[in-house]
């Protein structure tokens, strides 16, 4: 039985709220409710379940003790409905949870990535000039990106979609969360999610967030480094940014 199936939820997928309208219902512990700012468990947000039931640390003591929800285990949680935009609100600030010395590890990653990067990114730019070419164009099917100048192809590269800030909303949306990236271009970006699981470092995990442009090159910096891939480059948008991780880099023939 899912956690959802102990609330008096009576099949209807849509939700009132006061706040943002008609919304898509969503599932928590109350716990997670009455303070957001701690580790949410769930299945990890897919296009076909962006909003998956959640729970917190101590009702996770139960569930890791049968590997699953079940009739005895969910005993005495309670149940709260959400709307998926306060859902994602509550969640999003949940990447601020981290303090002391799990706050100084993340801090001392994130350094060790960007500098990382700086590195990768001076190399692509010593032998490839890819800040010097006037056009780029991606194909999200084929998984490249091509620098061109006047209609000659310069260099092309193979890419990956890390994820995008949205300057309207002020928030980072990971590639694996957005409906509007290809499969072939964001599916290798799930190890990065694992690696956040593993490590317990939110901003790693979490869908969506508050962020600016800052933030998407630290994610990509760490998506860089998990991936091992060669640098990242960041496309502008009418309502912000997409980075992309380039590997396979290379002059057109």
Request: a negative charge.
């Amino acid at each position: 039985m899912s956690l959802r199936g102990r609330d008096m939820k009576d099949g209807s997928k849509h939700i009132m709220c006061e706040e943002h309208g008609t919304a898509t219902t969503t599932y928590v512990c109350s716990h997670l409710v009455d303070d957001p700012l701690q580790r949410w468990h769930s299945n990890r947000a897919s296009l076909d379940n962006p909003w998956p039931d959640a729970w917190c640390d101590r009702c996770n003591v139960k569930f890791a003790r049968d590997g699953e929800w079940n009739e005895s285990n969910s005993d005495g949680i309670e149940i709260q409905i959400l709307c998926n935009y306060c859902y994602e609100g509550a969640l999003g600030k949940s990447v601020s949870r981290l303090k002391g010395v799990q706050l100084e590890n993340w801090r001392s990653f994130l350094d060790c990535c960007s500098e990382e990067l700086r590195i990768k990114q001076e190399t692509l730019k010593r032998e490839y000039g890819l800040t010097r070419h006037k056009r780029w164009d991606w194909d999200q099917e084929r998984g490249e990106l091509v620098f061109s100048n006047d209609g000659i192809p310069a260099v092309t590269a193979a890419i990956q979609f890390v994820g995008s800030v949205s300057t309207k909303s002020g928030t980072w949306l990971w590639s694996w969360a957005n409906p509007t990236t290809a499969e072939p271009v964001r599916s290798r970006i799930v190890a990065v999610h694992e690696f956040g699981e593993d490590r317990d470092f939110p901003h790693l995990v979490v869908p969506k967030w508050p962020a600016e442009e800052v933030d998407g090159w630290e994610m990509a910096s760490v998506a860089a480094h998990v991936l091992g891939a060669s640098g990242v480059y960041r496309t502008p948008g009418d309502s912000g940014f997409t980075f992309l991780l380039l590997s396979d880099v290379r002059a057109a023939q």
